[in-house]
Each structure stands twice: as C-alpha cells, then as structure tokens.
C-alpha cells in the first residue's frame, strides 16, 4: 500500500514528504501515477476542494490511501478573502507575486491590528471512495507591509507569523519575519500544512504500526 498526496504542487509534495518523513509508506503524486486527473477546484469550502482533489484518485487507485488538502489564505479586513480564491486571487493570469501584490495594496494604510489572517490546510484521507479522515491546520499571524524573503512559496513573502512558544519547543523569531524568511525546517514545524500533517502522522503510525 501507498500513501498517493493529491496535489500538483511541488512545493506542497515536498513539505509533506518531510512532515511525514518517519511514518514507513511510500508516499507518491499525482505526477507519478500513469492516470492523469483534470480536477475543477471550484467548491465553496476548503473541505468541499479537498475532496474533489482526493475522491476522483481514491476511486481509482481502491488499494493505497489517498490524502489530499485544499489551503489558502484567509484576511479578517477582506472578510475572509481570498479563502478559497487564494490561487488565482490575481485573474486567469496569476503568479503568485501579483497576488501578494494584490494583498499588498488592498491592505495599504490599513493598521497592524488589522492585519490579522491565517492560513488554513483542510486535509482528507480517503480510501476506496470512502472519507476515513478529515483535519484542519492553522497558523494565525499577519499582513507584512512589504514583500520578503524567498523561502517557501505562495503568500509566504507577505505573512507574519504570529510569535509564540509552541509545545514543540520551537519558539517563533522575537523580530517580525515572514515565512519565507524563516527556514523550511523552521515552517515545517510552524505551519498550517505542519499541524495538519502531524495529525495524520500520528494517525498512521497508530494505524499502521505492528
Ligand atoms: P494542489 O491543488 O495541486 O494541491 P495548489 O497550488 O492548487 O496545489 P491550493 O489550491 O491548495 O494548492 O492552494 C491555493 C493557494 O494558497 C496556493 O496557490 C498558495 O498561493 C496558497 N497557499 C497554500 N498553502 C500555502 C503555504 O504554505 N504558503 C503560502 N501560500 C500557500
């Protein structure tokens, strides 16, 4: 049995194959399996695009776990966008420096209190067309003023992690710095991807364990 990570994304496939690294199954993508998928994420929810990226392959591929998550960015002062919009939040033509761009300037003048966003991961695992789980992860934080760094990918040039004392023993920097200025080591622990993924780490390693 395999773990199959519904995602196209490189970025994504290797923060999860780190998060995971430890758990025993062999974890593949959607780039190496022979069928190809052509996935519609247009659902209203993170769940409803997580399930529409993951339910197609599960079908198919009934032997192996399929795990599959929707993600994006959520901004309190723009009620919430661009939620579910956050990959082509800049029109048919997006990269992912127009859309912080975007973000940038629709939040210009606003104050630091009101720059409050997270990032939220929905993740499911599936198997034979069949939901066995369903987790979220979340890190809140805030809207820099400006771009930077250049680890990472996506919104991470333009979020603050809100610093904290986390369980891990990770303590987030004492200056502002963007997750793209922090290691991916660092992100790795910290992240909505992190907490959502450690969950099902210790879900399989329970299951699977002999
Ligand atoms: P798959 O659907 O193939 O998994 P995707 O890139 O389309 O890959 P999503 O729809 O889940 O992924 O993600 C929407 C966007 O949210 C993504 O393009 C990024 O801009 C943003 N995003 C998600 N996770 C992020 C992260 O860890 N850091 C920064 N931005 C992130």
Partial sequence: MKLIVATQNKSKLKEIRHILSGVGIKIISLNELETKFNIQENGKTFFANAVKKTLPVSKIYKEDLIVGEDSGLVVKYLNGRPGVYSKRYSGKNWTYLKNNLKIIKQLEGVKQKERQAYFLCCLVLMKNGK????????????????????????????????????????????????????????????????????????????RFSD
């Fill in 131 to 206: 939901l066995i789980k369903k987790i979220d992860g979340r890190v809140n934080g805030f809207i820099n003023k400006e771009i930077k760094g250049k680890n990472g990918f996506g919104y991470d040039p333009i979020f603050c992690p809100v610093r904290k004392k986390l369980s891990s023993g990770v303590c987030l920097p004492k200056y502002k710095k963007t997750i793209a200025q922090l290691p991916s080591a660092v992100k790795n622990k910290i992240s909505h991807r992190a907490f959502a993924f450690n969950k099902l780490k210790t879900h399989l390693l329970v």
